[in-house]
C-alpha cells in the first residue's frame, strides 16, 4: 500500500513539473521569435523601407512600409508568432502590385528589435504604429488590419479599440487559452496561459467589416477556432475556406484574390486607382 502511495505520489510531482515548467516557458513556446534582422534588400526589392516607429514605451521598433499608391488605401499587417517581416513580402506582393500601401508591423524581440514579446507591448506597439499612420495623413477608414495567426489577436484588438476600414483575419483562432488547451489537453493549460488574446471577446466589439480565411487542413490553428471567431463576429463579415489548404498557405490556395477584392469592395478607393486589376478581380463596390 505505502509503494502504491508512492508511486501515485512520485506521478503527481512529476506531473505537477511538467505543467510548472510549460508554465514557465510559456513565452518561449508562443513566441520562437527570430532575433536576426530581416535582409533589407528583401525591402528594397519590394519598394519598401525600413521605418522606426517608438513603441508604447518608447523603445525604437523597425517595421517595414511602402506608401500606397495615390488613390489607394494602407494595409498594416500583423505576422504571426514565427519569423520575422522578411518572410511575408513574397506572400503580400499582391497586395504591393495592387498599389495598396503596406506597413508590415514588426513585433518587439524580432528581427532585431529590442524589448521581450508579450500580449500588453505588442498591443501597445501596435497602437504606436496605427498613430504614426495616422500623423501622416493616412484616415482610418482608408486603414485595413491584416492579421496572419498570432497577429489576428492583435488585429482583432486594435479593431476593437478604434475605427479601421476592413480587418482580414488569416488563420484566426478564439483565444490563445483555447487553443493551447487543445495542444496540451494533459495539463490545465486553459488556465496557465498569460497571453490570452481573446479575440472572441473582443470581436463583437469591432464595427469594421471582417474577412476570415482558412484552410480545412489547418492542424495547428483548426477550422472550428476560426468558425467560432467568425460567429462571434459583427456583419458586414465574409469567411473563406481552403478545402486543402493548411496554416500559413492560403495565399497559395486563391487568397491573395479574395483578399484584394474585399479590401477592394469595402475600402474608399478612387476610380480605377488599384492597379493591375481587372473585372471580375476587382470589380466588388462599397455596399
Not at 73 to 83: D, E, S
Not at 143 to 159: C, D, I, N, R
Not at 265 to 279: E, K, M, V
Request: glycine letters at 12%.
Amino acid at each position: 500500500m505505502i509503494g502504491t502511495w508512492g508511486v501515485l505520489g512520485g506521478l503527481g510531482g512529476l506531473y505537477g513539473a511538467v505543467a510548472l515548467g510549460m508554465y514557465a516557458a510559456q513565452r518561449q513556446i508562443l513566441f520562437p521569435r527570430t532575433t536576426r534582422p530581416p535582409d533589407p534588400e528583401l525591402a528594397k526589392a519590394a519598394g519598401m523601407e525600413t521605418v522606426t516607429i517608438p513603441g508604447h514605451d518608447g523603445l525604437p521598433m523597425q517595421h517595414w512600409y511602402r506608401p500606397a499608391q495615390p488613390g489607394v488605401p494602407t494595409v498594416v499587417v500583423f505576422h504571426g508568432n514565427a519569423g520575422t517581416v522578411g518572410d511575408r513580402v513574397a506572400k503580400l506582393q499582391p497586395l504591393l502590385d495592387a498599389g495598396f500601401g503596406v506597413l508590415l508591423a514588426e513585433y518587439r524581440g524580432y528581427g532585431g528589435n529590442p524589448g521581450r514579446p508579450t500580449e500588453g507591448h505588442l498591443l501597445g506597439d501596435a497602437e504606436a504604429v496605427l498613430a504614426w499612420l495616422a500623423e501622416r495623413g493616412i484616415p482610418a477608414m482608408r486603414t485595413a488590419l491584416y492579421g496572419e495567426s498570432l497577429g489576428t489577436g492583435v488585429a482583432v484588438a486594435m479593431a476593437a479599440r478604434r475605427s479601421v476600414g476592413a480587418v482580414v483575419l488569416d488563420a484566426p483562432f478564439t483565444s490563445i487559452a483555447e487553443v493551447a488547451q487543445r495542444h496540451y489537453w494533459y495539463v490545465p493549460a486553459k488556465w496557465l496561459v498569460r497571453d490570452r488574446f481573446d479575440s472572441v471577446r473582443r470581436i463583437s466589439e469591432v464595427a469594421a467589416p471582417v474577412l476570415v480565411l482558412h484552410g480545412r487542413r489547418d492542424r495547428v490553428v483548426p477550422l472550428g477556432f476560426g468558425r467560432r471567431l467568425f460567429a462571434a463576429a459583427n456583419e458586414p463579415k465574409q469567411v473563406w475556406i481552403a478545402s486543402e489548404g493548411g496554416h500559413m498557405d492560403l495565399w497559395d490556395h486563391g487568397a491573395d484574390r479574395v483578399v484584394v477584392e474585399f479590401l477592394a469592395g469595402w475600402l474608399p478607393i478612387a476610380a480605377h486607382a488599384i492597379q493591375g486589376c481587372a473585372p471580375p478581380f476587382c470589380s466588388a463596390v462599397p455596399r
